[in-house]
C-alpha cells in the first residue's frame, strides 16, 4: 500500500471531501472525480524520494515515470538514464546517485514516483454476511441463487497454488515478477486470498467454502517469496488486467496488499491504474490496511494505506466476528486502519468485513506456514490456514461484488460500490472515518433498493436491519443515482429539500460551500477549518489539548507520527 502527502485546498478536493462526508465514503463521488491527468504539467516527487533527495541523494534510485515509449526514451537520453523496466503506462528508471534532483526539476516530467516496496495484509464469514442465502436465491421472490458464475476475480498477490479447494477456478496464472515463472504461491497469501473470494467448498457451510464459489480466478503473481514486490510490478499487473479482461471475463481485481501513501492520489501511478481500471467498469476492491492501533493498543486515525486511499477503489477494513455468524456481538478489528486518507483527506474505508481469524486455503509449502505452524489445521489436502487482516476483509468485498455482478450483469463499477454500500449495517458507536457505510450484508445489497422488506435481512436468526439509509423506491445505475424520494445525481445532487450541489453546497440553514464552509456557528473552511473551540486546521491541526498535525502527528502523550 502506497501513502501519499497532498493538502485538499482546490475547490475540487473540497468538494470531493464534502461528498465523501456526506455520502458515506464516496458511494458516488466518482462521478465529479478530476481525470488523474488532469493537474498542472510539474514535476511532483512522492515522499519517498523527497526522503531521499534530503539524505543527501548518495545512492542511486529507482523512478517510475508515465509516458509512451518515445516519451520514456526522449528522457531517458537528456539525463542519461539507463531503462531497467518499460511499464504499460511508462517505465521504470533508474538514477545515478546525485541525479535525482536533476531529473525532478525537468518540468517536462509531471511526476516522479519511487518504484518502492508493497506488501500483502494478512464458514462463518459467509454466513455473517448472508452469502449463503445468496447462493439458494434467498434475496427476493423468483430468484434464483447467485455464485459469482461467470465472473472472473483477478487476485494481484503472491501467486495462486494449484490446490484441489480451487478445482478448475483458476483459468490464468501469469507471473509479474519473473517472465518465466510459473505463478505458484511461495508465500501463502495468495492462494489463501484466493480461497475465500471463490474456493469452491463441497458444503454449503464448509469452512473454506468462498464468498463467491462459482466465479473463476485469474492469479497474477506481484508478491514473491517473502511477500513483497514493487510498484512497478503491481502496475503492470493492473494493465495486464485492463488489457485481458474481455478473454478472461474479468470483473472484479483484488487487491490485499499495499505500502505507505507517499503522494497524493492523483499523482500516485497505482491510483492512476486503478482509475484507468475503472474507466473500463473494472471493479478494483483494495485492503484499508492494518494500522488502526499502536503497539499498545491505542487507536489510531490516518493509517489507511494504498492503494487503499485511491477513490476509484473499494476501500475494505476488517470486522471481528467474534467467531460467529451473530453480527449483534461484531465489533471494528482493533488492527483495521481508519481514515482519513493521508494528504487528500478522504473519508475511507468505504465499509467493513469479515477479517479476523479466517479459515481458507493453504498453498503447500508456502512461507507463512512455515514460519507460523500454530495458523495450520489439519493435514494433507484438508489442511487450512487461519489468517487476520484486512487482506481478508478485501477478499470477502471482492466475492460480494462477484455475486452482484452475476445478478446485476449490466451493473457498472459504482453501482456496484453503492449497492454494496447501501447494504451494509452501521455498527454502533463508530464514525464515517472508521467504518465507511458499515459492515457488508451482501443479502441487504442483492435485494436492492427495492421493496417493502429491502431494508431489512434476517441472518442467523436476527433481523438485520441496513444502514441510516432509506432503500425505499430507490434506483441505482449509470451516472444518475435516484434515492427514495430525495435524491437525485448526476452534475448536481439534490437531497430532500435541503441540499443543492453544483460548485456550491446548501444545507438546510446551516451549511454553505463554495470557496468556505459554515456549518451552524462552529465551522469556518477557508485555507484554515475552526470547529467550536478545539479545532484548527491549516498547516496544522490541533484538537482539544491532545492532536497537532504538520509533518508530525502527536496524540496525547502516547502517539508520535511522522519520523
Same mark, same amino acid.
Given at each position: 500500500?502506497?501513502?501519499?502527502?497532498?493538502?485538499?485546498?482546490?475547490?475540487? &478536493?473540497?468538494?470531493?471531501?464534502?461528498?465523501?462526508?456526506? /455520502?458515506?465514503?464516496?458511494?458516488?463521488?466518482?462521478?465529479?472525480?478530476?481525470?488523474?491527468?488532469?493537474?498542472?504539467?510539474?514535476?511532483?516527487?512522492?515522499?519517498?524520494?523527497?526522503?531521499?533527495? &534530503?539524505?543527501?541523494?548518495?545512492?542511486?534510485?529507482?523512478?517510475?515515470?508515465?509516458?509512451?515509449? $518515445?516519451?520514456?526514451?526522449?528522457?531517458?537520453?537528456?539525463?542519461?538514464?539507463?531503462?531497467?523496466?518499460?511499464?504499460?503506462?511508462?517505465?521504470?528508471?533508474?538514477? =545515478?546517485?546525485?541525479?535525482?534532483?536533476?531529473?525532478?526539476?525537468?518540468?517536462?516530467?509531471?511526476?516522479?514516483?519511487?518504484?518502492?516496496?508493497?506488501?500483502?495484509?494478512?464458514?462463518?464469514?459467509?454466513?455473517?454476511?448472508?452469502?449463503?442465502?445468496?447462493?439458494?436465491?434467498?434475496?427476493?421472490?423468483?430468484?434464483?441463487?447467485?455464485?459469482?458464475?461467470?465472473?472472473?476475480?483477478?487476485?494481484?498477490? +503472491?501467486?495462486?497454488?494449484?490446490?484441489?479447494?480451487?478445482?478448475?477456478?483458476?483459468?490464468?496464472?501469469?507471473?509479474?515478477?519473473?517472465?518465466?515463472?510459473?505463478?505458484? &504461491?511461495?508465500?501463502?497469501?495468495?492462494?489463501?486470498?484466493?480461497?475465500?473470494?471463490?474456493?469452491?467448498?463441497?458444503?454449503?457451510?464448509? *469452512?473454506?467454502?468462498?464468498?463467491?464459489?462459482?466465479?473463476?480466478?485469474?492469479?497474477?503473481?506481484?508478491?514473491?517469496?517473502?511477500?513483497?514486490?514493487?510498484?512497478?510490478?503491481?502496475?503492470?499487473?493492473?494493465?495486464?488486467?485492463?488489457?485481458?479482461?474481455?478473454?478472461?471475463?474479468?470483473?472484479?481485481?483484488?487487491?490485499? #496488499?499495499?505500502?505507505?501513501?507517499?503522494?497524493?492520489?492523483?499523482?500516485?501511478?497505482?491510483?492512476?491504474?486503478?482509475?484507468?481500471?475503472?474507466?473500463?467498469?473494472?471493479?478494483?476492491?483494495?485492503?484499508?490496511?492494518?494500522?488502526?492501533?499502536?503497539?499498545?493498543?491505542?487507536?489510531? #486515525?490516518?493509517?489507511?494505506?494504498? =492503494?487503499?486511499?485511491?477513490?476509484? $477503489?473499494?476501500?475494505? @477494513? $476488517?470486522?471481528?466476528?467474534?467467531?460467529? $455468524?451473530?453480527?449483534?456481538?461484531?465489533?471494528?478489528?482493533?488492527?483495521? +486502519?481508519?481514515?482519513?486518507?493521508?494528504?487528500?483527506?478522504?473519508?475511507?474505508?468505504?465499509?467493513?468485513?469479515?477479517?479476523?481469524?479466517?479459515?481458507?486455503?493453504?498453498?503447500?509449502?508456502?512461507?507463512?506456514?512455515? *514460519?507460523?505452524?500454530? /495458523?495450520?489445521?489439519?493435514?494433507?489436502?484438508?489442511?487450512?490456514?487461519?489468517? +487476520?487482516?484486512?487482506?481478508?476483509? +478485501?477478499?470477502?468485498?471482492?466475492?460480494?461484488?462477484?455475486?452482484?455482478?452475476?445478478?446485476?450483469?449490466?451493473?457498472?463499477? *459504482?453501482?456496484?460500490?453503492?449497492?454494496?454500500?447501501?447494504?451494509? *449495517?452501521?455498527? =454502533?458507536? !463508530?464514525?464515517?472515518?472508521?467504518?465507511?457505510?458499515?459492515?457488508?450484508?451482501?443479502?441487504?445489497?442483492?435485494?436492492?433498493?427495492? @421493496?417493502? &422488506?429491502? @431494508?431489512?435481512?434476517?441472518?442467523?436468526?436476527?433481523?438485520?436491519?441496513?444502514?441510516?439509509?432509506?432503500?425505499?423506491?430507490?434506483?441505482?445505475?449509470?451516472?444518475?443515482?435516484?434515492?427514495?424520494?430525495?435524491?437525485?445525481?448526476?452534475?448536481?445532487?439534490?437531497?430532500?429539500?435541503?441540499?443543492?450541489?453544483?460548485?456550491?453546497?446548501?444545507?438546510?440553514?446551516?451549511?454553505?460551500?463554495?470557496?468556505?464552509?459554515?456549518?451552524?456557528?462552529?465551522?469556518?473552511?477557508?485555507?484554515?477549518?475552526?470547529?467550536?473551540?478545539?479545532?484548527?486546521?491549516?498547516?496544522? !491541526?490541533?484538537?482539544?489539548?491532545?492532536?497537532?498535525?504538520?509533518?508530525?502527528?502527536?496524540?496525547?502523550?502516547? #502517539?508520535?507520527?511522522?519520523?
Amino acid at each position: 500500500m502506497v501513502i501519499f502527502r497532498h493538502s485538499a485546498t482546490s475547490p475540487q &478536493d473540497r468538494m470531493l471531501c464534502a461528498t465523501r462526508l456526506l /455520502l458515506f465514503a464516496a458511494a458516488f463521488v466518482i462521478a465529479a472525480a478530476i481525470p488523474a491527468g488532469a493537474q498542472s504539467r510539474r514535476a511532483r516527487v512522492s515522499d519517498d524520494l523527497k526522503r531521499h533527495l &534530503d539524505s543527501g541523494d548518495a545512492t542511486a534510485t529507482a523512478v517510475i515515470v508515465a509516458g509512451n515509449s $518515445a516519451q520514456v526514451d526522449a528522457i531517458a537520453a537528456r539525463h542519461g538514464l539507463r531503462v531497467r523496466r518499460r511499464l504499460s503506462s511508462g517505465a521504470v528508471l533508474e538514477v =545515478p546517485a546525485g541525479r535525482l534532483a536533476e531529473v525532478a526539476g525537468d518540468n517536462d516530467i509531471p511526476q516522479l514516483s519511487g518504484d518502492h516496496i508493497i506488501r500483502g495484509q494478512m464458514a462463518v464469514t459467509d454466513v455473517s454476511i448472508g452469502a449463503d442465502q445468496a447462493w439458494s436465491g434467498d434475496f427476493g421472490p423468483m430468484r434464483s441463487g447467485v455464485t459469482g458464475q461467470g465472473i472472473g476475480i483477478a487476485v494481484l498477490d +503472491s501467486g495462486v497454488t494449484m490446490v484441489p479447494g480451487l478445482g478448475g477456478q483458476v483459468t490464468a496464472r501469469v507471473d509479474m515478477i519473473d517472465a518465466r515463472g510459473n505463478g505458484r &504461491d511461495e508465500w501463502g497469501h495468495g492462494t489463501h486470498v484466493a480461497g475465500i473470494i471463490a474456493a469452491a467448498g463441497s458444503l454449503a457451510r464448509n *469452512e473454506t467454502r468462498g464468498v463467491a464459489p462459482g466465479a473463476s480466478i485469474v492469479s497474477v503473481k506481484v508478491l514473491g517469496a517473502d511477500g513483497s514486490g514493487h510498484v512497478s510490478d503491481l502496475l503492470e499487473g493492473i494493465d495486464w488486467v485492463i488489457a485481458n479482461r474481455q478473454r478472461y471475463q474479468i470483473k472484479v481485481i483484488n487487491l490485499s #496488499l499495499g505500502a505507505a501513501v507517499e503522494q497524493g492520489w492523483r499523482d500516485d501511478p497505482v491510483c492512476q491504474a486503478i482509475e484507468r481500471a475503472w474507466r473500463v467498469n473494472v471493479v478494483t476492491v483494495a485492503a484499508a490496511g492494518n494500522l488502526g492501533k499502536t503497539a499498545d493498543g491505542k487507536e489510531i #486515525l490516518g493509517g489507511v494505506t494504498s =492503494p487503499g486511499n485511491c477513490p476509484y $477503489a473499494i476501500t475494505a @477494513g $476488517a470486522v471481528n466476528t467474534k467467531g460467529t $455468524a451473530f453480527r449483534s456481538d461484531d465489533v471494528i478489528a482493533t488492527y483495521s +486502519s481508519r481514515g482519513l486518507t493521508r494528504f487528500d483527506h478522504l473519508i475511507k474505508p468505504d465499509l467493513l468485513a469479515p477479517g479476523n481469524r479466517i479459515r481458507s486455503l493453504l498453498a503447500p509449502g508456502g512461507l507463512i506456514a512455515k *514460519e507460523h505452524p500454530e /495458523l495450520v489445521t489439519g493435514a494433507g489436502n484438508d489442511a487450512t490456514l487461519e489468517l +487476520s487482516g484486512t487482506s481478508m476483509s +478485501s477478499a470477502v468485498v471482492a466475492g460480494a461484488a462477484a455475486l452482484l455482478l452475476e445478478a446485476r450483469p449490466t451493473a457498472n463499477a *459504482e453501482t456496484i460500490r453503492a449497492l454494496l454500500q447501501l447494504g451494509s *449495517e452501521r455498527l =454502533p458507536g !463508530l464514525g464515517l472515518i472508521q467504518q465507511g457505510a458499515g459492515s457488508l450484508n451482501v443479502l441487504a445489497s442483492l435485494k436492492g433498493p427495492q @421493496g417493502e &422488506d429491502a @431494508g431489512t435481512t434476517s441472518i442467523a436468526g436476527e433481523q438485520i436491519a441496513t444502514g441510516r439509509l432509506s432503500f425505499a423506491q430507490t434506483s441505482v445505475g449509470g451516472a444518475h443515482i435516484v434515492w427514495g424520494d430525495t435524491l437525485v445525481w448526476g452534475d448536481t445532487l439534490v437531497w430532500g429539500d435541503t441540499l443543492v450541489w453544483g460548485d456550491t453546497l446548501v444545507w438546510g440553514d446551516t451549511l454553505v460551500w463554495g470557496d468556505t464552509l459554515v456549518w451552524g456557528d462552529t465551522l469556518v473552511w477557508g485555507d484554515t477549518l475552526v470547529w467550536g473551540d478545539t479545532l484548527i486546521w491549516g498547516d496544522t !491541526l490541533v484538537w482539544g489539548d491532545t492532536l497537532v498535525w504538520g509533518d508530525t502527528l502527536v496524540w496525547g502523550d502516547t #502517539l508520535v507520527w511522522g519520523d
